[in-house]
């Protein structure tokens, strides 16, 4: 049996643009471009990590980090969802979907075609969670019958 894994890359200013502000706040700075590419938000961007100053900004993130944004902050933010287990189970459809979540600490989660593993996923559940999409993909669709 041959296996192809194919990512499905989320550009995070893409998704930001869908909510047009002036500035956004992104949970940390690994998600940014090299140094040499500069970011293409035509707007002020802050880190959510590096616990700035508030200001009128757009959070781009997940319940992980608007938890954090309203522990620091203590206020409602506008947000734009990033989340990878929402935005992996918008595109769950014949294939079977493999993504992180941050809300899931200790365990590798299934519902249908769509597998979740930990955001700091082990060897071993990561290996679990492929196991288990490569299972979902063999089972016929059950509308197909």
Do not use: N
């Amino acid at each position: 049996m041959s296996v192809e894994l194919v990512p499905h890359l989320v550009d995070l200013d893409e998704l930001a643009a869908t909510r047009p502000a002036r500035h956004y706040l992104f949970p940390c700075r690994a998600g940014q471009p090299a140094a040499a590419e500069p970011a293409r938000v035509a707007a002020e961007v802050s880190y959510l990590d590096e616990i700035p100053e508030r200001v009128p900004w757009t959070l781009v993130g997940c319940a992980r980090s608007k938890s954090i944004h309203d522990w620091f902050y203590g206020d409602d933010v506008p947000m734009v969802d990033m989340c990878p287990r929402r935005l992996a189970d918008e595109r769950t459809g014949s294939m079977p979907v493999i993504t992180k979540c941050c809300l899931l600490e200790d365990r590798v989660a299934q519902d249908a075609g769509l597998v979740v593993v930990p955001w700091g996923a082990s060897l071993a559940q990561i290996r679990e969670g492929l196991r288990l999409a490569l299972t979902a993909g063999q089972r016929p669709d059950p509308v197909s019958r």
